[in-house]
């Protein structure tokens, strides 16, 4: 099983700008599809953006929650078997841990650490 680890949380203020890696421990292209998710302050876990990495397609499908569709994008290097996360006009309710995970990551149960995102306002 590929394993992601998360990386690039940090402090920032409200209106900026932070990117999020994701590097698995194999090809991506094996995963099928990669989704960052957060956990706020008390509240429950939610997807937030999803890209295929089946590098088959010639086109990367996205999708995005409503909630930060139009500020984040997430993309996919091959060669170097990463997810992006790209989070700009950050809000103070965009804080949260944020996790990336494949399909197989989530039936499984299996979480990694995280990285903290905290937006000052």
């Known amino acids: 099983q590929v394993h992601l680890v998360e990386s690039g949380g940090a402090l920032v203020q409200a209106g900026g700008s932070l990117r999020l890696s994701c590097v698995a421990s194999?090809?991506?292209?094996?995963?099928?599809?990669v989704g960052w998710y957060r956990q706020p302050p008390g509240k429950q876990r939610e997807l937030v953006a999803a890209i295929s990495t089946d590098d088959s397609a010639n086109y990367a499908d996205s999708g995005y929650a409503d909630s930060v569709k139009g500020r984040f994008m997430v993309s996919r290097d091959y060669a170097k078997n990463t997810v992006y996360l790209q989070m700009n006009s950050l809000k103070s309710e965009d804080t949260a841990v944020y996790y990336c995970?494949?399909?197989?990551?989530?039936?499984?149960?299996?979480w990694g650490q995280g990285t903290q995102v905290t937006v000052s306002s």
């Open positions: 995970n494949s399909p197989l990551g989530v039936a499984s149960h299996y």
């Open positions: 194999g090809s991506i292209s094996s995963i099928n599809s």
